[in-house]
């Protein structure tokens, strides 16, 4: 199992100690709305959440003026590296993976995402736990 993480963050592109935290709020950012997409957040989703803002240690995220003011495009302009875009692709299709009951807004969400990114599809794991350690390894977890 570890080999198979391992060989999927290659793939990814993750940086040894994970991505720069100038890009964290943002990928925050686009994770809630990733789970707000469908008008419903479902508990695997609030702990998908929860998890990236322990990780990230940015518990007052939704107080900060920078993340008050954000929008899609605004989130997607700050992913400035490739690294950052694709760890956003890797953590809001984890956010879109642990919803059971997903609707068409979460997958449209996801696309118009993609595309603000410019980004092509991704691999992530088809395992969920190794999928959630691929993502959060990018936050340095």
């Known amino acids: 199992m570890a080999d198979r993480l391992e060989e999927a963050q290659r793939k990814s592109q ?17 994770a809630e709305q990733m789970a707000k997409a469908d008008k419903v957040v479902v508990p695997p989703e609030r702990k998908v959440i929860n998890d990236l803002i322990r990780i990230t240690h940015l518990e007052n995220y939704r107080h900060e003026q920078g993340y008050r003011e954000m ?10 590296i490739e690294p950052a875009k694709t760890a956003a692709l890797v953590i809001i299709s984890l956010v879109l993976k642990v919803d059971l009951n997903r609707a068409e807004e979460e997958v449209a969400y996801f696309g118009k995402i993609r595309e603000l990114l410019e ?9 969920l736990e190794e999928h959630r350690r691929l993502a959060l390894s990018y936050l340095g977890g």
């Open 71 to 80: 929008t899609d495009q605004t989130a997607c302009a700050q992913l400035d």
């Open 119 to 127: 980004m092509k599809p991704i691999s992530v794991p088809m395992d």
């Open 14 to 30: 993750v940086p040894a100690r994970g991505i720069p935290r100038k890009y964290f709020l943002p990928i925050l950012y686009l």
